[in-house]
């Protein structure tokens, strides 16, 4: 009886994307340990976010794609709800407005819309799947748009991002010629010198510095300078686990969470890098394979969105660590510190993976 419940649960799951996560998350085990200077309080409290990410997974997993699709509207109307209660009254920490206490409970509505953004506009696009109108996009556009700019307001710029790339990945792969997303993004270039006025100060010190780290080596370059030391430092088969110095002489700061990638580089080197970079494509490329043999509109938008916005994760992460990217916060996937964002992550496995054990069942 026990054999017969544990194959009912593993059922639904992926073996090929399981063990790639298990893989990576094992590689962020590894590299916070380092990076935590041995800190094993730490690494456990990221076992358990592990464990809770990996239960949301099985969960999502066994839930078929047709209940997702019902439930896509209702969450996206209460994730709206609650990034407009955050503006309102949420909780203020380091100069931004991101939490909001429910009860005892205290939550990020945006990390929520990451996942429920692509649902709902996947949903909107299945149940107009007989003939789509710029109309169509129009209102699927606005339907991100809405979201994007409440987050980016609070102020979040990493999360604003990734939300925003997701809901363009969905208007692309339902149809929206190349050429509009292209015109969209000549609009948004032309509209950057007027968009550079409502920039906070910290944000456009952090494009500054970006083009030139340099001219405050101490103050907004530190983080830039550093982990490119760290990075290069690393050559390339690094300077082996636990021997890395830039973290361990405190020299790279958030190196637990948004820069541990430069942890990671200096002490595996661009071996290491390639080792990593190709897990994580890996299971990006598992996501579309599985996207591509989806079964409904709803069910290839999802899954095609929520692989892309994976690899939108790693390479503004990796970009940004590099130098060749703005410092935006945002964690590299399964290996940063953190358990909001690992949930997230895991929770869009758990949907891959339901799309892919429920592909043949089409209910509309």
Known sequence: MIRRWLLRIVAPLDPGSCGLILALMAVGLGVLYSASGRDLMTVAGQARSMAVALAAMCLLAHLPPHQLMRLATPAYVFGLLLLVAVALGGEVSHGARRWLHLGPVRIQPSEFMKLVLPLALASWFQ????????????VALLLFVVPVGLIARQPDLGTAMLIASSGCYVLFLAGLSWRVLAACAAGLGAALPVAWGFLHDYQRQRVLTL??????????????????????????????????????????????????????????????????????????????????????????????????????????????????????????????????????????????????????????
């Open 127 to 138: 149940h107009r799947e007989q003939g789509l109108s710029l109309r169509d996009f129009t």
């Open 211 to 364: 083009l030139d780290p340099s001219q405050d080596p101490l103050g907004a370059g530190y983080h830039i300078i550093q982990s490119t030391i760290a990075v290069g430092s690393g050559g390339v088969l690094g300077k082996g686990w636990l021997h890395g110095t830039q973290a361990h002489l405190d020299f790279l700061p958030e190196r637990t969470t948004d820069f541990i990638f430069a942890v990671f580089g200096e002490e595996f080197g661009m071996a290491g890098e390639i080792v990593l970079l190709l897990l994580l494509m890996s299971l990006v490329l598992r996501g579309l394979d599985i996207a591509s043999q989806a079964s409904s509109v709803f069910n290839r938008l999802a899954a095609g969105a929520i692989s892309l916005t994976l690899f939108t994760y790693m390479f503004v992460n990796m970009g940004m660590v590099a130098g060749i990217l703005p410092v935006v916060g945002v964690p590299l996937p399964f290996v940063s510190y953190g358990g909001t964002s690992l949930i997230t992550l895991l929770a869009g496995q758990g949907i891959l993976m339901s799309i892919r054990h429920h592909r043949t069942l089409v209910k509309r």
